[in-house]
Every structure is written in C-alpha cells, then in structure tokens.
C-alpha cells in the first residue's frame, strides 16, 4: 500500500477518527489577536492544530488563501506543513490546490507542492488528462487526490454531462480505476452533497479512500456520508470539515463533536 494512505489508516484507526481539518485561514476572520503577530495564519494554524490534533487523521490547507498574501503567505504555509511534519508526524497533510496544467508546467507544481512545501497530498483537477497529469502520478510516494463530483452546487453543470450514456465524474471514477491509479496513490473528490452519487461511486471504485467536502457549513449529511461513503473496513473516508471547526468559539469541542458524530453513523 502507499505510505501515506498507510499513514492515513493507521492514524484514523489509532484515533478512532476519519476527521480531517481544513486550515482555511482567511485573513479577513483570523481574531484579531493572531493578525497581531509576525506570522498572522502560521499562528492562528498552530492554534488550531494543537486544539483538534487529538481528533484529526489529515489536515488540509487550501492554498488560496495563502498564495492571495504571497511571499508571506506562502512562507507561513510552509511554517504549517512543518509544524505538522515535527509535532504530529503521523498525520496526513493535503494541499487543496486544485491544480491541473500541461504536464512540463505540473512539473513545476509537483515539486513546489510535494518538495518545497512538503505536502503527502495534493487535490488535482483532470480535465486535462491523464498525459498532463502524469508528473504528479507517477509520484508514488505521494497521494494524487483527483476531483469527481464536488460539493458546490453548481458542479453538476459539466459534472453530470452525459457522455456515451454516463455522466461525467462517473467516467473520471471509472479513468482513474482503470487508468491512472496504476501506482495505488489515487483517491477521488466526492462531495457530501450528493449522497447518491457518493453511493455510486463507492461501488465503481472499491475500497479507494474518498476526500469528502461539504459537511457543516454547506448542508452535507454526516450519517449519509457514513454510511454510503465507508469501505468494506469501515474507513475509506477523509470526512473535511473547515469553518465550522476553525472559526468555532471552541475548535477543539467543535472537532470533538463532529469526530463523534461520525463514529456513532460507523
């Protein structure tokens, strides 16, 4: 199996939890007593961290909001991502980056991603192809999360498309089963928002492990996830939660909650 969903595993079977945090750090919401430091989102990510650590299997940073700060938000990204490497080693660090270019250009992403932030994962968008996205596949140390069916609502717009009788992520769940996890470093973007088709999905590809967005904030079902998300170990799940734990009065009881949650649907 690859080391990172071995990682991934082990973590979420030694804690108990398929919870993973995404470290959105919006400058504009960051309190105010973080924005007064030297490296305002480094320590508002360490808050955090250390307040849902002992309920979290993965963490996941969305770029966005650092590369928007540039050379110090970046800078900060990469103080996180080491945070995490030196106090929690054993957990797992997604970079949702969403990133999908040409494949000579990709090499570029790959190593700042993987290399100079030091992230295990990344998400990829695919519809360039598998020729384009190769430089992060053929990365087997390392785990390529790929975009299925998202959770925003206007997803289904290409999303469900129908191409010879099937919607689209079905084809892209299909490709990256057959095609592109020849390395077994895949997963697949599925969102909470849409139960039956994260119920497909689980069917196509087996035991595959799934990011899942869109719990909390944006209405996802936990108990649907669960139950129709889950492998035949019970796991297979990386269950994202952002907002609702980050931004919480209390982000440890917040995590806690939603760990819960999760284990009662299990």
């Not at 919401?29 to 480094?42: D, L, N, W």
């Not at 973007?189 to 492990?209: I, K, N, Q, W």
């Not at 936990?222 to 907002?243: C, D, F, K, P």
Request: aromatic share 8%.
């Amino acid at each position: 199996m690859n080391a990172v969903i071995q990682k991934y595993d082990n973590r979420a079977e030694q804690l108990n939890t398929l919870l993973c945090v995404g470290l959105d750090a919006d400058p504009l919401r960051i309190p105010a007593r973080f924005a007064s430091e030297q490296h305002p989102q480094f320590a508002f990510n360490r808050w955090v961290i250390d307040q849902t650590a002992a309920y979290a299997a993965a963490f996941k940073p969305n770029i966005a909001f650092y590369e928007g700060r540039g050379t110090d938000g970046l800078h900060e990204l990469k103080m996180t991502v080491e945070y995490l490497r030196e106090h929690h080693p054993d957990v797992m660090t997604i970079c949702d980056a969403k990133r999908a270019d040409i494949s000579t250009t990709n090499d570029g992403y790959v190593r700042a991603i993987f290399d100079l932030l030091g992230f295990d994962a990344v998400t990829l968008n695919p519809y360039l192809g598998g020729e384009a996205l190769r430089p992060f596949l053929d990365r087997q140390d390392k785990v390529s999360i790929l975009l299925c069916r998202t959770s925003n609502p206007g997803s289904g717009e290409i999303q469900s498309l129908t191409v010879e009788g099937k919607p689209v992520w079905k084809i892209i769940a299909e490709r990256v089963r057959d095609r592109w996890n020849t390395h077994g470093n895949c997963m697949l973007v599925m969102g909470a928002t849409y139960p039956d088709e994260l119920r497909e999905v689980r069917s196509v590809v087996g035991d595959m492990t799934l990011l899942v967005p869109g719990i909390g904030t944006q209405g996802g079902s936990v108990e649907q996830t669960v139950q129709l998300g889950r492998n035949r170990a019970g796991r297979g799940l990386i269950i994202n939660a952002s907002r609702g734990i980050i931004f919480a009065d209390d982000p440890a009881e917040a995590a806690r909650q939603l760990r819960d949650a999760i284990n009662a649907c299990r």
